[in-house]
């Protein structure tokens, strides 16, 4: 669920001089550990320059996966098969399938010989115990402990690439709630295995509760503890099954409709994730589900959440003209700056995203939420009604302040600069506006257009 590279993001608003370019999924993309590749390119001042290449589509540090491939490069047949091999090697020992007997006569065990190896994150059969004698593991291992595997797996913090902040207790619950409370009997978890766990744990416990879920993630672990049904090998940047087309129809007859019992996609993505590759494979899923709509509008769309932080709005909305942002402030357990109360540093910034009409979304009142009627959503008690611009204009919970001459409300902090010509922290440098180039000194250009450059 979620997660984190703030600092590699946040500042993702603006163009840079230069930045990479997503070029989206192409037919035919070389393939890596995670699936097929994503096409970049390099841009400057927003053209494209140089080369195009290929990158691994989940993991954004090459320490995690090195995978390159210029666009135009002839890759020989050795290498290719060489390739193919490490892709082959790079794969989990076990298969879905294996995994789910090596759970059935795991539940048949006595506790005392239920062994679960912290090592290789591996439920153990005593006949494998020899192999991990050397390996830490856990003892005894609950039936409880198996029906909450997100507490029993080390979280993968990588932040780019899985950043599992689990979904603490508090806002996992108000989901479910959320969830049942708008009639959805069918949830989509796309990297969200703590609700998915939740509504599992509950759909065994409660005879009366109705909902089901599947889980579709990139950590393969979880297939250690769901049936094939419960749960899809899936890479939400590149829109990849490794499960082939099997996992694909499992899905796609997840989304069909059943005796009229509504579906909802509830998506967590890594925050250091690129926005345009999960749209791109959200709208995927969505077209998936389109397709399994006997009849209806074609521009219909499946209802959705989509939780990440509020600084990502403009973005989203470029892909997700039909979404808007709730105030709901969505906490997690693993993570020391968005926890809700004294124990976080500061409130968190992750909010959800939806295409379900605002008012439907009821927020807890005992939380500090409040109806605006004149937005006709909820929002948090510090999120004052701007006469103005006529809407709840914070973003962050605090008591936002309108600038007549920026025309719209601001953070309390900023103060409206006269150099800069817009609001701003006080203590901001705005002197480096008129200072140059970065290289020679000089006015008149920047950095990226500096003549020494191309001498050099």
């Known amino acids: 669920e979620g997660g984190g590279a703030m600092a590699a993001v946040a500042g993702s608003e603006r163009p840079r001089p230069s930045a990479l370019a997503l070029l989206g999924p192409g037919p035919g993309a070389p393939c890596c550990p995670h699936g097929p590749a994503l096409l970049f390119v390099k841009t400057s001042q927003g053209k494209e320059e140089g080369r195009r290449f290929y990158a691994c589509s989940a993991c954004r540090d090459r320490k995690d996966c090195n995978f390159f491939q210029w666009e135009d490069e002839k890759v020989s047949e050795t290498r290719l098969a060489a390739r193919e091999e490490y892709n082959r090697n790079h794969q989990p020992s076990f298969t ?113 509760f109705s909902v089901r879920s599947l889980l579709l993630d990139i950590d393969f672990r979880y297939s250690q503890f769901y049936a094939e049904d419960e749960f899809c090998h899936y890479n939400m940047f590149n829109h990849h099954f490794f499960g082939g087309e099997a996992a694909r129809e499992t899905c796609r007859k997840f989304l069909c409709e ?55 709005e403009s973005r989203i909305l470029d892909f997700f003209p039909s979404f808007s942002m709730m ?36 927020l807890p009142e005992e939380e500090g939420y409040r109806f605006c009627t004149v937005c006709q959503r909820y929002v948090s008690s510090g999120n004052q009604h701007c006469e103005i611009c006529n809407s709840c204009t914070s973003k962050d919970g605090r008591r936002w302040k309108h600038c007549v001459l920026c025309k719209k409300c601001v953070k309390p902090s900023w103060f409206h600069c006269n150099n800069c010509n817009c609001c701003t922290l006080q203590k901001h440098s705005c002197e480096k506006t008129d200072v140059g180039c970065f290289v020679c000194g000089k006015a008149g250009h920047k950095r990226s257009a500096c003549p020494s450059l191309s001498h050099a």
């Open 327 to 362: 105030d709901y402030q969505v906490d997690y357990d693993n993570h020391a700056l968005y926890k809700h109360g004294k124990t976080g540093r500061r409130q968190s910034p992750v909010r959800i995203f939806t295409n379900l009409t605002p008012s439907m979304i009821v």
């Open 96 to 208: 879905h399938r294996q995994n789910v007997d090596r759970y059935k006569n795991f539940v048949l065990l006595p506790s005392s010989k239920r062994r679960f190896c912290q090592e290789c994150q591996q439920l153990l059969l005593p006949a494998e115990w020899e192999k991990h004698s050397d390996h830490q593991f856990l003892c005894n291992i609950t039936t409880a402990q198996l029906k909450s595997p997100s507490q029993l797996l080390y979280p993968l913090e990588n932040k780019k690439t899985n950043a599992q902040y689990l979904f603490a207790d508090r806002s996992c619950q108000f989901l479910l709630n959320l969830l049942t409370d708008l009639g959805f009997r069918r949830v989509l978890s796309v990297g969200t295995p703590r609700l998915h766990e939740m509504i599992q744990s509950k759909a065994s416990q409660e005879e009366e």
């Open 258 to 312: 059943e005796n009229g019992e509504r579906v909802i996609m509830v998506t967590d993505p890594p925050f250091g994730g690129l926005v345009e590759a999960l749209a791109s494979s959200f709208k995927k899923l969505m077209a998936m589900w389109r397709e399994t709509e006997k009849e209806g509008d074609d521009n219909e769309e499946m209802p959705m959440f989509w939780i990440f932080p509020y600084f990502f």
